[in-house]
């Protein structure tokens, strides 16, 4: 079977403040009247290798800073490797952290139009689903509202709503999903959901699924890589590997 993606000894690093560990008062003053704050490196993703097959569904589970989403903006092309290489095959989707994405100074509707092109998809193409948007997100009498009126539990329906209607258009050969089952508390539309993004991760599409919601990493996923502190910690079976995880 055909290589969807691979990575060869990939690395990801930041530059991040550390004023609190200057090594001499002098150095802090410099500092601190320059502007300019000391840095140091932090490295992200540490000598990362795997490959995924078409058609392939990889689940991605790790604490919260253990690099999954960094190592998914780098498979979208998002972030480029400090070092390594990074092959892909066929058109990329990326969807990641319900709730990102909105302007709060806008109303949902002009957020539905935003989000939707954002997303590659044309004014008229979003007319098109702007129906079926608002129907699934059951936020049928909040159109004319700004988002910062909304509650967590309404931003998560409405990017969701709004992503999922417009993967139809996008076709993905790589889906990567990055934290997209959140709910805002809400099960129904948790389940429903759960339900409609099925028939993406099951219709063929090679799937990178990062989630700390452990049993959807079990149902969906054929595979699954253990990241700890940037580093492949585990990979193989997801029954044995999500054990391992729960057990350290």
Same mark, same amino acid.
């Given at each position: 079977?055909? *290589?969807?993606?691979?990575?060869?000894?990939?690395?990801?690093?930041?530059?991040?403040?550390?004023?609190?560990?200057?090594? *001499?008062?002098?150095?802090?003053?410099?500092?601190?009247?320059?502007?300019?704050?000391?840095?140091?490196?932090? $490295?992200?993703?540490?000598?990362?290798?795997?490959?995924?097959?078409?058609?392939?569904?990889?689940? @991605?589970?790790?604490?919260?800073?253990?690099?999954?989403? *960094?190592?998914?903006?780098?498979?979208?092309?998002?972030?480029?490797?400090?070092?390594?290489?990074? *092959?892909?095959?066929?058109?990329?989707?990326?969807?990641?952290? $319900?709730?990102?994405?909105?302007?709060?100074?806008?109303?949902?509707?002009?957020?539905?139009?935003?989000?939707?092109?954002?997303?590659?998809?044309?004014?008229?193409? @979003?007319?098109?689903?702007?129906?079926?948007?608002?129907?699934?997100?059951?936020?049928?009498?909040?159109?004319?509202?700004?988002?910062?009126?909304?509650?967590?539990?309404?931003?998560?329906?409405?990017?969701?709503?709004?992503?999922?209607?417009?993967?139809?258009?996008?076709?993905?050969? @790589?889906?990567?999903?990055?934290?997209?089952?959140?709910?805002?508390?809400? @099960?129904?539309?948790?389940?429903?959901?759960?339900?409609?993004?099925?028939?993406?991760?099951?219709?063929?599409?090679?799937?990178?699924?990062?989630?700390?919601?452990?049993?959807?990493?079990?149902?969906?996923?054929?595979?699954?890589?253990? $990241?700890?502190?940037?580093?492949?910690?585990?990979?193989?079976?997801?029954?044995?590997?999500?054990?391992?995880?729960?057990?350290?």
């Amino acid at each position: 079977m055909d *290589t969807a993606i691979k990575l060869s000894n990939v690395s990801k690093k930041f530059k991040i403040g550390c004023h609190k560990e200057q090594k *001499t008062a002098l150095a802090g003053i410099i500092s601190f009247f320059s502007g300019k704050e000391a840095k140091k490196d932090f $490295l992200a993703l540490k000598n990362v290798s795997f490959s995924v097959r078409s058609g392939e569904n990889l689940g @991605i589970v790790g604490r919260n800073g253990s690099g999954k989403s *960094t190592l998914l903006r780098i498979l979208a092309g998002v972030y480029e490797p400090s070092s390594g290489e990074v *092959t892909t095959k066929g058109n990329i989707v990326c969807l990641m952290g $319900l709730g990102q994405g909105l302007s709060h100074k806008l109303t949902m509707r002009e957020n539905i139009y935003l989000m939707g092109s954002v997303l590659g998809l044309s004014q008229r193409d @979003i007319k098109i689903k702007f129906a079926d948007i608002v129907d699934f997100s059951g936020l049928e009498k909040f159109l004319d509202t700004k988002i910062y009126q909304f509650s967590s539990g309404m931003v998560i329906r409405l990017n969701f709503s709004v992503m999922i209607h417009c993967l139809h258009y996008s076709k993905p050969d @790589i889906l990567l999903l990055d934290e997209v089952f959140g709910s805002g508390g809400d @099960i129904d539309f948790e389940e429903k959901a759960i339900k409609k993004m099925e028939e993406f991760i099951t219709g063929g599409a090679t799937v990178v699924l990062a989630s700390h919601d452990l049993d959807i990493i079990k149902k969906y996923c054929d595979r699954v890589i253990w $990241l700890n502190e940037g580093e492949i910690f585990g990979a193989g079976n997801p029954q044995e590997i999500i054990f391992k995880y729960l057990s350290l």
